[in-house]
């Protein structure tokens, strides 16, 4: 294999979230034939730091380095590029970042083509993004219009809700009151999470819905994670990252 990548994801205390992880690298990995492996911002390990020593270790001299994160948040504006520095002095590996998923377009059809196979035909549900959200507004904002072109997308009623306090001191609709207050609106509901893998903000929604549905009197109905459903877009950010020579190897490009 000549070529390397690294998914990074943010991490989680869920103890299904790494394995995840790992199975849509393996996916990538079969997709491309490129040389995978996983990292973690926290919580899981390895590191990115040991991610790029266990390349050096191997013979690679770079890598592409995949944000697994949807928007431009502070893990996307300041971590990421903070760890990127620090994995390739310490490790020697020329790091290449590729912009984040995103909200743009790719996204959108996994998210089209997830919601068309769990919902049966002939129902018409109330449908929730639901994200794990930030402080950042302009963040929060980009998953509002993703859920406004999975309408336009599916025909489907869609809004937003966003799993943490950040997102509601921000304004936003947020956690299981958030979902409480939509099922009450509505008869039936699916959640669509904008999740990549499981976590514990998932599984608490999850966890809620059998007693909002006995409040509230709504069918609510999820999808899981997209998971390995994502190495399409991983397998596209590695195309086009062997046709593209990038200037400054530690500077990450901004999601759109």
């Known amino acids: 294999m000549s070529q390397a990548f690294i998914a990074l994801s943010h991490g989680s205390r869920h103890p299904q979230a790494a ?16 040389f995978g492996q996983a990292a973690h911002l926290e919580f899981d390990t390895p590191s990115l730091v040991d991610a790029a020593v266990s390349l050096k270790e191997r013979g690679f001299e770079r890598a592409t380095l995949m944000p697994l994160l949807f928007t431009n948040g502070f893990h996307m504006r300041y ?24 909200t743009g377009a790719e996204v959108l059809e996994q998210l089209r083509t997830r919601l068309f196979q769990d919902v049966a035909a002939g129902d018409n549900p109330h449908v929730i993004l639901y994200a794990v959200g930030s402080s950042n507004v302009a963040a929060n904002e980009a998953v509002v219009r993703l859920a406004v072109r999975l309408a ?10 966003f799993a943490t306090p950040g997102a509601g001191r921000a304004g936003f609709l947020w956690g299981n009151k958030g979902l409480r207050l939509q099922a009450t609106a509505h008869s039936r509901v699916h959640l669509l999470p904008l999740f990549v893998t499981q976590g514990l903000l998932l599984d608490s929604a999850n966890a809620a819905m059998a007693e909002i549905m006995h409040i509230t009197g709504s069918q609510i109905t999820s999808s899981a994670p997209l998971g390995s459903q994502l190495a399409e877009i991983l397998a596209h950010r590695l195309s086009h990252a062997q046709r593209t020579t990038v200037a400054s190897p530690a500077q990450v490009p901004q999601t759109t």
């Open 79 to 102: 971590d990421v590029p903070n760890v990127v520095a620090e994995a390739q002095r310490i490790s020697g590996v020329e790091l290449h970042p590729t912009a984040g998923l995103g």
């Open 152 to 161: 336009d997308a599916t025909g489907f009623q869609t809004s937003t809700l």
């Open 19 to 34: 394995v995840g992880i790992d199975k849509l690298v393996a996916r990538t990995s079969s997709l491309t034939g490129a």
